[in-house]
């Protein structure tokens, strides 16, 4: 369920901070089959959601620059050189700290991406439409996100590992092509797949972010520009789910989505507001962190507990298979389709790498802290009440 927590801390921060009057920008360029058994569930369409919400997708915010790495070696980029997520905090708080973030900062890479992608290809091999899929209003929005993301922002941002070619097609025409020089993989850019399905697999397969996109439904009884309709995934990517069955998300508004979290009730009606005024070219980051007692980065089930699951505290726990696992999370909307991107890339540290470092009373006293706070159902959603006394040991050994 990190992707649902998640969602409530970054709504809850953004609230907090929506009065604020700089902030940096991040957005996407607008270029221009799975269904479930979903229905089409009333999300608008583009143009009435700009009519609702006078949001313009012609703006130049909707047109990034991106800061190319013209030298960057993917395989020399240790995750600590780019960056060291330590998130925890003595007491936790459903209410956490944001950052504004930059167009070229949507994707990171380092020397895990290799066999990242690798592992995500069999991920959705052999799990298919469990960890990835759209309903129809989805489909144009993976469409935007897949332009975006091979035609402009890997080739740009990446040149050593991404660029642009013409592939003979027929006798008279050519195909723009995405090499993948990691991977020596070449995916369609223009003329792009007809099928969202193949499109998530692609993305699935070139980047290790997954991402899940929302779009708001269209509320029939309210015609200002401040809509209530409410927000519901459309379609996703996900491979490194930590303790929730992403294809269980599809289709469904926020608040079904988050019914397992504990305390969303006091800022469920925020988070809707806050997500209907998202301007485009308006994009943040945050941290969530998590424990688990496995180093698998796909991890449907087992991460959390849910109301009236019996539980018992674990006898034995191999600390050396134990990760601190952290995601760094952004969030946006697209400027053509409105939706609303939430991404995220999954750090997995183990415990005696932060031992190393000194903190390991520290993250023991953030476990302790779980059932502090403003969502003391924290300690038992999160797992803590399975492996909490044992980590905790470990760590202040």
Same mark, same amino acid.
């Given at each position: 369920?990190?992707?649902?927590?998640?969602?409530?801390?970054?709504?809850? #921060?953004?609230?907090?901070?929506?009065?604020?009057?700089?902030?940096?920008?991040?957005?996407? *360029?607008?270029? +221009?089959?799975?269904?479930?058994?979903?229905?089409?569930? @009333?999300?608008?369409? !583009?143009?009435?959601?700009?009519?609702?919400?006078?949001?313009?997708?012609?703006?130049?915010?909707?047109?990034?620059?991106?800061?190319? %790495?013209?030298?960057?070696?993917?395989?020399?980029? #240790?995750?600590?050189?780019?960056?060291? %997520?330590?998130?925890?905090? !003595?007491?936790?708080?459903?209410?956490?700290?944001?950052?504004?973030?930059? !167009?070229?900062?949507?994707?990171?890479?380092?020397?895990?991406?290799?066999?990242?992608?690798?592992?995500?290809?069999?991920?959705?091999?052999?799990?298919?439409?469990?960890?990835?899929? #759209?309903?129809? *209003? @989805?489909?144009?929005?993976?469409?935007?996100?897949?332009?975006?993301?091979?035609?402009?922002? &890997? !080739?740009?941002?990446?040149?050593?590992?991404?660029?642009?070619?013409?592939t003979p097609h027929g006798s008279h025409t050519t195909v723009s092509m995405l090499r993948n020089k990691v991977t020596n993989l070449e995916f369609p850019v223009d003329p792009a797949p007809r099928d969202p399905a193949e499109m998530l697999q692609i993305l699935?397969?070139?980047?290790?972010?997954?991402?899940?996109?929302?779009?708001?439904?269209?509320?029939?009884?309210?015609?200002?520009?401040?809509?209530?309709?409410?927000?519901?995934?459309?379609?996703?990517?996900?491979?490194?789910?930590a303790g929730f069955d992403p294809s269980s998300k599809l289709g469904k508004r926020l608040a079904e989505i988050h019914g397992p979290v504990p305390a969303y009730d006091k800022i469920g009606a925020s988070m809707e507001r806050f997500f209907g005024r998202l301007?485009?070219?308006?994009?943040?980051?945050?941290?969530?962190?998590?424990?688990?007692?496995?180093?698998?980065?796909? #991890? +449907?089930?087992?991460?959390?507990?849910?109301?009236?699951?019996?539980?018992?505290?674990?006898? *034995?726990?191999?600390?050396?298979?134990?990760?601190?696992?952290?995601?760094?999370?952004?969030?946006?909307?697209?400027p053509e389709t409105q939706a609303i991107l939430f991404s995220f890339k999954t750090y997995m540290y183990p415990l005696d790498e932060i031992r190393a470092e000194g903190l390991g009373p520290q993250l023991a006293d953030a476990i302790d802290g779980l059932k502090? @706070?403003?969502?003391?159902?924290?300690?038992?959603?999160?797992?803590?009440?399975?492996? @909490?006394?044992?980590?905790?040991?470990? &760590?202040?050994?």
């Amino acid at each position: 369920m990190a992707f649902l927590l998640a969602l409530v801390l970054i709504a809850s #921060a953004l609230v907090a901070l929506a009065t604020l009057a700089t902030r940096r920008r991040l957005c996407f *360029s607008s270029q +221009p089959s799975l269904t479930s058994d979903h229905a089409n569930s @009333g999300a608008t369409t !583009p143009s009435q959601r700009e009519k609702k919400k006078g949001r313009s997708s012609e703006s130049p915010e909707s047109k990034p620059n991106i800061e190319a %790495l013209p030298d960057f070696d993917w395989r020399s980029t #240790a995750p600590t050189k780019v960056t060291k %997520l330590r998130p925890f905090k !003595p007491t936790y708080n459903i209410t956490m700290a944001i950052q504004t973030s930059t !167009p070229s900062e949507l994707i990171v890479m380092d020397n895990n991406y290799l066999d990242r992608v690798t592992a995500r290809r069999k991920t959705i091999a052999d799990h298919g439409s469990a960890v990835f899929g #759209a309903i129809p *209003s @989805g489909h144009a929005p993976v469409k935007e996100l897949y332009s975006y993301l091979l035609s402009k922002y &890997l !080739p740009t941002r990446y040149p050593t590992m991404f660029n642009l070619i013409q592939t003979p097609h027929g006798s008279h025409t050519t195909v723009s092509m995405l090499r993948n020089k990691v991977t020596n993989l070449e995916f369609p850019v223009d003329p792009a797949p007809r099928d969202p399905a193949e499109m998530l697999q692609i993305l699935g397969e070139t980047v290790e972010d997954d991402m899940f996109l929302l779009l708001q439904d269209q509320d029939s009884h309210n015609t200002t520009t401040t809509s209530n309709g409410e927000h519901r995934a459309v379609a996703f990517v996900c491979c490194h789910p930590a303790g929730f069955d992403p294809s269980s998300k599809l289709g469904k508004r926020l608040a079904e989505i988050h019914g397992p979290v504990p305390a969303y009730d006091k800022i469920g009606a925020s988070m809707e507001r806050f997500f209907g005024r998202l301007e485009v070219g308006r994009g943040v980051r945050r941290v969530n962190w998590s424990f688990q007692t496995h180093p698998e980065l796909y #991890a +449907p089930s087992g991460n959390h507990v849910h109301a009236g699951e019996k539980v018992e505290e674990e006898a *034995s726990i191999d600390m050396e298979r134990a990760r601190f696992r952290v995601e760094l999370q952004t969030l946006t909307r697209l400027p053509e389709t409105q939706a609303i991107l939430f991404s995220f890339k999954t750090y997995m540290y183990p415990l005696d790498e932060i031992r190393a470092e000194g903190l390991g009373p520290q993250l023991a006293d953030a476990i302790d802290g779980l059932k502090a @706070g403003n969502a003391p159902g924290m300690w038992v959603y999160k797992g803590g009440v399975r492996w @909490g006394k044992a980590a905790c040991e470990y &760590l202040r050994a």
